[in-house]
């Protein structure tokens, strides 16, 4: 399957597109990503307080609350500035000389610049990255890893997670009608990963995570969906987000070896989302990539099962989302693939040079002895432990609201509460053309000015109402926005009781 799709992009075509004959034709793909843009263009219309209210007829709220995005910073959390130090350095080499920045921002500025053409942040890199930062991602792997070995020519610096994740589904999907590459993804799931094999115009496989079991990943629904699938597509990926999006959960290192196992024994290449790596809250909850328990398995698997790993510089106790750094590592890709794999990421040149730089910092952070590594270590304790408080802050007062029931956030940044919508709600969002779900969310940005995303756009089970709520607003603006969501939810009980 990747052979015969490296085949078609060496002779420059892709796997599969749309046909062209005489005028032009939208591939459903293409009629989908439109509809996907309108409706991001409206939504984007409806998130200021301004916009809501052209005619400016007194609104029950004086701002929009957008609980709707993982944005770190617009939430308010502050940089952590050995980061932003180093960046800044590297954007104006003149700062080099200033005694305002500590020696040991001065040095990984320096070791940054001298792999850039030009010894300039503004110059192309090679595709796959400087090859310096490629060297630290992989000594950071061995590090948290506890000495698994990480090579960084199997490293590949991208433009945030998102931009991996995409080259590596273009490289796996290949195939015609019943042999076209299914993509087992998690429901709920992350859109990134729908809306790529809606582009690629690949088969979603949908696997459900067990909601009773706090999110749990359990084999025999992924076998389940595997068998299923297998009457219509060649199921061939198994994308996994751990800790999840939108879910929290965290896998125990048992559920990793079952999904390794599963994916060794059916021939699957795995994808392991790990962008939510650092954010680890519940305790007796611990954070192991797939890349560690693949190699503590042994030689049978680990020289044999197919692994893209991912992680970004946008989560985590950096949130530094603009700056578009991320990295993956890839292992046991064929020679071949690998050799495709590099063409195709040569398209887009290089990632931006200021977020590999970015990416630097996150693995190869200030260490004891060095001049900034207490502040570095203040902010970054500070960061998620406040992280920690708000997501047991925010699980405590989901679960005194009736009608409302939530999992333990056990990580990532992100609560995902079931919700009771009366039987009167979902015949009035039937009469309006909305799922259940979006006309309840709708409906609390119009009373409140709380955005939130209905659970429906990450799916969900039939019959199952949700919706996600990052945990980033500061500690008292998120109290008053889950009072302000517990008021709302019980008039809404009433109203349509």
């Known amino acids: 399957m990747a052979l015969r799709c490296a085949a078609s992009l060496a002779a ?18 293409a009629k989908a990503s439109a509809v996907k843009i309108n409706e991001k263009a409206s939504r984007e219309k409806i998130l200021t307080l301004e916009s809501m209210n052209p005619q400016g007829i007194k609104k029950p709220f004086t701002e929009v609350i957008k609980a709707n995005i993982g944005d770190a910073h617009a939430m308010g959390q502050r940089p952590i500035t050995f980061l932003r130090q180093v960046v800044a350095l590297c954007t104006y080499p003149n700062l080099l000389d200033s005694p305002s920045f500590p020696e040991d921002a001065k040095k990984r500025a320096r070791r940054i610049l001298q792999g850039c053409g030009g010894n300039s942040l503004g110059s192309y890199t090679a595709s796959q990255g400087i090859n310096c930062i490629r060297e630290d991602v992989a000594a950071y792997i061995e ?31 290949s195939g015609d009608g019943k042999s076209r590459t299914g993509v087992m993804i998690p429901i709920p799931q992350y859109p990134l990963y729908s809306a790529a094999i809606s582009e690629l115009d690949a088969i979603q496989v949908n696997y459900y995570l067990d909601e009773e079991n706090c999110w749990a990943l359990n084999v025999n629904e992924l076998r389940r969906a595997l068998n299923e699938a297998k009457a219509y597509c060649n199921p061939k990926v198994l994308c996994i987000i751990n ?8 896998q125990s290192r048992k559920c990793i070896e079952d999904v390794i196992h599963f994916a060794w024994e ?3 290449f795995l994808l392991a989302d790990e962008v939510y790596q650092d954010n680890v809250y519940s305790e007796g909850c611990q954070f192991h990539s797939f890349k560690k328990i693949l190699y503590e398995m042994g030689p049978e698997y680990y020289n044999n099962v197919e692994l893209a790993s991912f992680h970004s510089t946008s989560k985590g106790y950096m949130g530094e989302c603009g700056y578009r750094g991320g990295y993956m590592e890839v292992i046991n890709l064929h020679p071949e693939i690998k050799g495709q794999l590099v063409k195709l990421l040569s398209v887009r040149l290089c990632p931006p040079v200021s977020g590999q730089a970015a990416m630097d910092i996150v693995v190869n952070p200030p ?7 207490a502040q570095f270590i203040k902010e970054k304790e500070s960061v998620l432990n406040n ?7 925010t699980e405590d007062m989901f679960n005194k609201i009736p009608g409302v029931h939530c999992n333990p956030l056990q990580g990532a940044m992100y609560a995902f509460p079931q919700i009771f919508i009366p039987s009167k709600a979902i015949e009035e969002a039937k009469a309006h053309k909305m799922a259940p779900d979006m006309f309840y969310c709708m409906k609390l940005l119009e009373e409140t000015g709380i955005c939130v995303v209905p659970g429906s756009g990450f799916g969900q089970r039939e019959g199952t109402y949700h919706f996600r709520m990052t945990i980033l607003p500061p500690v008292e603006k998120l109290k008053i926005l889950l009072e302000k969501v517990k008021d709302f939810h019980i008039k809404f009980l009433e109203k349509y009781a």
């Open 266 to 268: 059916e021939k699957l």
């Open 243 to 250: 800790p999840g999006n939108p879910t929290g959960q965290v």
């Open 12 to 29: 420059g075509r892709q796997p599969r597109g749309p046909r062209r004959e005489g005028t032009v034709r939208w591939s459903s793909a």
């Open 367 to 373: 260490v004891p002895g060095e001049e900034s590594y």
């Open 387 to 393: 992280l920690a408080k708000k997501a047991k802050l």
């Open 143 to 173: 590090r948290r890893d506890g000495g698994v070995p990480a090579d960084p020519d199997n490293i590949y610096l991208t433009t945030g997670a998102s931009d991996g994740i995409s080259a590596i589904l273009k490289i796996l999907i």
